[in-house]
């Protein structure tokens, strides 16, 4: 098939695969700006920084939109066992964890896929609840951290420990609520100290456990960071890309998130530079704030943005994109868009892997939620085994190369060019209705938002039992 975007193709090829630019940038925000998690120095420093290179490489309309949101800060957490012996073991809160202090019995739920809950049944009443971060064998999908912590609390449990599967990585962090502080407390322990406290339970008998923390959640400012490339025949169309930049506390996140985002700058520095005469839509980059503790961010620009939604043709987001593996796009159920993805394969001579699989758990579900077409960078025929070194104190640097980098910036910068040069894009914005069919025919999805559901109405109760 001819390449009607070949010369551009080149032009933006060659520069990026001469150019250390988006390494130059992943190692300011990661080396200089630590974590960006939500309330750190390093978060300002990084949207101002976003700002900066937007301004720098052609972007108009570049602004920071500030929000405001519930920042957990930690502090002290102590876990102790007491009985059948005396120590502590070391551990560390996850994200919006209360202040508590609790002595329970500990029960294991295994991988925490909901066949283990369903057998534990009523034990797990006044509990601490431990479920690895190893992904259900066998069930067919993976359940995210905050499911296990939401099944935890529904069936009564005091407290969640959530143990790392993965050996010599330490404990694993993530968030256990959405922009509020959480019912209950949840910690977590490395794969070394859980293993530990099982072999207790097998040969000593019923492990007893003190907590005690104390955490911080108060009201602060985030911001998105917003610049654009306008389009030239259709400049009330969008095509968005975006990646979160903050990281978690004990980390630099430099595979999840901002590898995603190091990549995003790089395609509008090689779309502003040879492509902007060929825009038939505008091209909208974000830089999403405070998207590990809720997609707080990507939920604020759709509520602010609400009256432009109908004109987005494709919210592509590049969450973790500059890591390893298969540079491709995955279609959060959007088969009108198949044919598209064939011909631009076609077209850029390249192995683009795409297909369908759905996830509530990133910046494009707000979007998704409202209707608009949405993808992520990914490699759909991959088997999702766990997150490694992800949402560890490991995920540095060191584990990104540049050609992951200029691969993944290769391939965003060309299929926007494509998105934003159609003439006639295929998918419209869905309906409310549509999107509940959707979301009830994925059993994925079904599942994770029915835990949900079931969690608000205990937040409901919660509240009500505390009002004076």
């Not at 509990?127 to 992904?135: D, Y």
């Amino acid at each position: 098939m001819e390449n009607p975007y070949l010369e551009i193709d080149r032009q933006m090829l060659g520069d990026i695969h001469t150019s250390s630019e988006p390494m130059d940038n992943l190692a300011v925000l990661c080396d200089d700006f630590g974590s960006r998690f939500g309330g750190t120095p390093g978060e300002r420093q990084a949207a101002l920084f976003f700002r900066e290179k937007f301004r720098e490489y052609g972007l108009s309309r570049v602004q920071m939109e500030p929000y405001r949101y519930a920042s957990w800060a930690r502090g002290e957490t102590r876990l102790e066992v007491v009985e059948p012996l005396e120590m502590e073991i070391p551990c560390i809160a996850l994200p919006y964890c209360p202040s508590a202090a609790l002595e329970a019995e500990l029960v294991f739920v295994r991988d925490g896929a909901p066949a283990d809950f369903e057998r534990a049944g009523r034990s797990l009443s006044g509990k601490f609840v431990m479920a690895t971060s190893r992904p259900p064998q066998g069930l067919g999908r993976n359940v995210h951290r905050s499911e296990k912590y939401s099944r935890s609390a529904l069936a009564g449990a005091v407290g969640f420990i959530f143990m790392n599967h993965y050996e010599g990585l330490g404990p694993a962090t993530g968030s256990i609520a959405r922009n509020r502080e959480a019912l209950i407390p949840g910690i977590s322990v490395s794969r070394e100290w859980g293993e530990f406290l099982l072999r207790m339970q097998q040969r000593k008998g019923p492990v007893r456990l003190r907590l005690k923390t104390r955490n911080r959640t108060r009201t602060r400012r985030s911001w998105n960071v917003v610049g654009e490339l306008p389009g030239n025949r259709y400049p009330e169309a969008w095509a968005i890309v975006g990646c979160h930049y903050d990281g978690h506390d004990i980390s630099q996140g430099a595979h999840d998130p901002v590898s995603g985002m190091a990549v995003a700058m790089e395609a509008a520095r090689v779309l502003s530079a040879y492509a902007s005469d060929r825009l038939g839509c505008g091209i909208r980059f974000i830089a999403f704030g405070t998207e590990e503790i809720g997609l707080i961010g990507a939920r604020e620009y759709v509520a602010a943005h609400a009256e432009e939604l109908s004109r987005i043709r494709l919210m592509l987001n590049l969450d973790s994109a500059g890591g390893k593996g298969r540079k491709g796009v995955i279609l959060h159920h959007w088969p009108e868009l198949d044919a598209f993805f064939e011909t631009a394969r076609e077209q850029m001579k390249y192995d683009l892997p795409c297909g369908h699989r759905s996830s509530a758990f990133s910046d494009h579900f707000p979007f998704f939620e409202e209707g608009v077409p949405t993808a992520s960078m990914g490699d759909v025929e991959a088997v999702f085994r766990g997150r490694g070194f992800g949402h560890t104190a490991f995920d540095t640097l060191d584990k990104i190369r540049l050609s992951d980098l200029r691969e993944a910036a290769s391939v965003v910068s060309r299929v926007l060019l494509r998105v934003s040069d159609a003439d006639r894009w295929p998918a419209k914005r869905r309906t409310p209705r549509q999107v509940e069919r959707i979301k009830r025919r994925d059993t994925n999805l079904e599942e994770i938002l029915a835990v949900e559901a079931e969690m608000e109405k205990l937040y409901a109760r919660s509240s009500s039992c505390t009002e004076p």
